[in-house]
């Protein structure tokens, strides 16, 4: 086989197409399958669906199943979304026991790859779709390490699944990419034949391409009293509620913006928190509007928590925050460190601090210069810088001999 023609992959995500439809493509398995979709050296792009569920399920996490059921087909088949870019859907009618489900899966995928001309490269970031990387033929396996699930609080009911399927990936990939270092180092040491390389998340350049007003221009018209904190992202274990509420508590004059998907560890706190009238909880919002939502504000915020979990992630966030110029607030949580000049970082008491700084940057002799440095720092991190790095990794293996079919 000639291994510089176009790859065909088939693209198991955490999440699905139509999911991602919903949200506006927010995460970054929506993103990269739709980067990778635009390389030339990718034929097609082939997303495994996920079947309905009989359990309900809110927004932002996993496709309601009424809306589930009415977006896929009564038999399972493929089917064209955009260029490049192809549905594989199980059929409506597949509900019952998990192993039911898997083994309907796995053999529509099968069947998928009979009818391609050369085998595929296997994309999996759903650990609890490993499985197919023993059960599918493929050119490459490759899996993408998002956060680390087994730190999870909300997944300990499927420890041992995930477990499970970690071992499948130590054992079966050829790639494995990590959002974070510290999967990388973790996955260094137990992967059996995978090259493991640290892949940080990325910035959709056309959807985040224009900053927020320049500081020179933004001091002579913003009113000083009523000033914007935003936080953008899923609200989950590991935003620092504790740290919300003292900033809503420092800083009455500021409307503080939540905006994002409330988890149900999240929606109990909150109903504690509705005495804070500054603070707003959003919701969902379709990621189009994100943009114009950060442009809006003032200072952008990370009050995320030290944790396993949040060692293991990487803020898709910061780099579409960096696009704006705007001053960032955050925990010392990873990559932070790494743009200690173009943050303003602390914990606790400190963290409301640098929210008094950062809401005077825009006085400095320097804040230009500053709001500046952040949007040019923004520019190394688009996806397309991204997908130029998976496309190497990939050539790299198949010219070692990776694992054929």
């Known amino acids: 086989m000639n291994r510089y023609a176009p790859w065909e992959m088939i693209f198991a995500g955490y999440g699905d197409w139509h999911l991602w439809k919903m949200d506006g493509f927010r995460t970054r398995s929506a993103q990269l399958c739709r980067f990778l979709a635009r390389s030339d050296r990718l034929a097609r792009v082939y997303v495994l669906n996920e079947p309905i569920t009989l359990r309900y399920v809110r927004k932002g996490y996993a496709l309601p199943r009424l809306e589930r059921f009415r977006s896929l087909p009564l038999r399972g088949g493929l089917r064209q979304a955009e260029e490049k870019i192809f549905l594989l859907d199980p059929s409506r009618l597949l509900v019952g026991p998990r192993e039911v489900k898997r083994l309907y899966m796995a053999r529509l995928v099968r069947g998928l790859v009979e009818r391609l001309q050369r085998p595929p490269i296997l994309w999996i970031a759903n650990v609890h779709k490993a499985y197919l990387m023993e059960e599918v033929p493929a050119l490459l396996r490759i899996f993408d390490a998002i956060d680390d699930w087994e730190s999870v609080s909300a997944f300990r009911p499927f ?10 990936v130590i054992q079966q990939a050829d790639i494995i990419f990590t959002v974070s270092s510290y999967l990388k180092e973790k996955f260094e040491k137990s992967a059996k034949q995978a090259r493991v390389t640290h892949l940080p998340n990325g910035v959709d350049a056309d959807l985040f391409c224009q900053p927020a007003d320049a500081p020179s221009v933004r001091r002579k018209r913003r009113d000083r ?29 500021c409307r503080i913006w939540l905006v994002g998907p409330i988890s149900r560890v999240v929606e ?34 990370i009050p995320h928590k030290k944790s396993s979990l949040t060692l293991s992630m990487d803020p898709l966030k910061l780099y579409e925050y960096l696009t704006t110029g705007l001053p960032i607030v955050s925990t010392p949580v990873p990559p932070t460190d790494q743009y200690g000049s173009l943050l303003y970082l602390g914990e606790g008491k400190r963290f409301s601090e640098q929210i008094g700084a950062a809401l005077e940057e825009m006085y400095l002799p320097d804040a230009d210069e500053l709001w500046q440095a952040r949007i040019q720092e923004s520019t190394r991190h688009r996806w397309e810088s991204r997908v130029g790095r998976i496309e190497r990794e990939i050539q790299e293996r198949l010219g070692t001999g990776a694992a054929q079919p």
């Open 225 to 253: 009293d009523s000033r914007v904190l935003t936080y953008v992202g899923v609200l989950s274990e590991r935003v620092d509620l504790d740290l919300i509420e003292r900033i809503a508590v420092d800083w009455p004059q």
């Open 268 to 301: 109990r706190r909150r109903r504690e928190l509705r005495y804070l009238t500054n603070a707003e909880w959003k919701g969902l919002v379709h990621h189009g509007e994100i943009p114009g939502i950060l442009r809006s504000s003032d200072v952008l915020l």
């Open 159 to 168: 420890a041992q699944r995930i477990r499970s399927g970690y071992e499948k």
